[in-house]
T-cell receptor, first 114, second 113 residues
């Protein structure tokens, strides 16, 4: 069974703190993604990675960075958390090729920045 | 630029009524289209993809290239269909930057008893 796990379901941080969100997949997928999900704004891609140590900016990378040191793990870093980063963060993974392309999602981390 | 439009933020129907969630896209090539669903307190998951031409949980979706649409339909809605539905587009395999999906903003479906 396909599994994407995220380190926390709920997280509360203070403004200015450095925040790490971790995502692990056990499917040997090349691609991993970080999204934020906000009401009325749908899913917005923050960053994605297509290989170890490789990354590309998504639509809203400002204020975020990522790290992918191992194939199975993709971390999202908020260098200095701000209240406008309060959101639901979703991690996903996928294979690159094949007719059965599918993104598999984690359960999400609801981050509140106070 | 590629874009996916879901014109309805919220769709409310009664149990047993037909339901259609609209999805329109703009893309000059041959896209792959998907519907994803997120039930309350569950993770986002694939519902169906157009290349499979399958029916999942009674839902079907046909790619209409002429109208650039990929509407999701079900003849008789059930209360358990209440969820957030997202339409998504992927560029064809031989196009650049085709690893990611382009998402619509989502439609919240409420099926009332």
């Amino acid at each position: 069974d396909v599994k994407v796990t995220q380190s926390s379901r709920y997280l509360v941080k203070r403004t200015g703190e450095k925040v790490f969100l971790e995502c692990v997949q056990d499917m040997d997928h090349e691609n991993m993604f970080w999204y934020r999900q906000d009401p009325g704004l749908g899913l917005r891609l923050i960053y994605f990675s297509y290989d170890v140590k490789m990354k590309e900016k998504g639509d809203i990378p400002e204020g975020y960075s990522v790290s992918r040191e191992k194939k199975e793990r993709f971390s999202l870093i908020l260098e200095s958390a701000s209240t406008n980063q309060t959101s639901m963060y979703l991690c996903a993974s996928s294979l690159s090729l094949g007719v059965s392309y599918e993104q598999y999602f984690g359960p999400g981390t609801r981050l509140t920045v106070t | 630029a590629q874009r996916v439009t879901q014109p309805e933020k919220l769709l409310s129907v009664f149990k047993g009524a037909p339901v259609e969630l609209k999805c329109n896209y703009s893309y000059s090539g041959s896209p792959e289209l998907f519907w994803y669903v997120q039930y309350s307190r569950q993770r986002l998951q694939l519902l169906l993809r157009h290349i499979s031409r399958e029916s999942i949980k009674g839902f079907t979706a046909d790619l209409n290239k002429g109208e650039t649409s990929f509407h999701l339909k079900k003849p008789f809605a059930q209360e358990e269909d209440s969820a957030m539905y997202y339409c998504a587009l992927k560029r064809r395999a031989d196009a650049g930057n085709n690893r990611k999906l382009i998402w619509g903003l989502g439609t919240s479906l409420a099926v009332n008893p």
